[in-house]
């Protein structure tokens, strides 16, 4: 199974950026779509961003603006670059791959804390 590692999250004020990373372990992943989704405290897991393996995208109306993903196939790592963040923007950041039949791997997560 493949296997993703997130990095990048911490605690930045508002208005602040961060750049987060996924890794994965699979060769696969250069035909693959990836993603970032989001867990905030007592919410549900929610969409952030897509990536496929054509390079397109698609961003949740939150983010439009003020992230970007994007894809390293030569590293096998998917970026998410966090602009003028928010304190709603908080939760812990997962990345996904995807294969035919859905979301075939989840990262363990990492935490993004913004400060008022």
């Known amino acids: 199974q493949v296997q993703l590692v997130e990095s990048g999250g911490g605690l930045v004020q508002a208005g602040g950026s961060l750049r987060l990373s996924c890794a994965s372990s699979?060769?696969?992943?250069?035909?693959?779509?990836m993603a970032w989704y989001r867990q905030a405290p007592g919410k549900t897991r929610e969409f952030v961003a897509r990536i496929a393996s054509s390079s397109v995208t698609n961003y949740a109306d939150s983010v439009k603006g003020r992230f970007a993903i994007s894809r390293d196939n030569a590293k096998n790592t998917v970026y998410l670059q966090m602009n003028s963040l928010k304190p709603e923007d908080t939760g812990v950041y997962y990345c996904?791959?995807?294969?035919?039949?859905?979301?075939?791997?989840w990262g363990q997560g990492t935490q993004v804390t913004v400060s008022s």
């Open positions: 699979g060769s696969i992943f250069v035909s693959n779509t």
């Open positions: 996904a791959l995807f294969t035919s039949l859905g979301v075939g791997s």
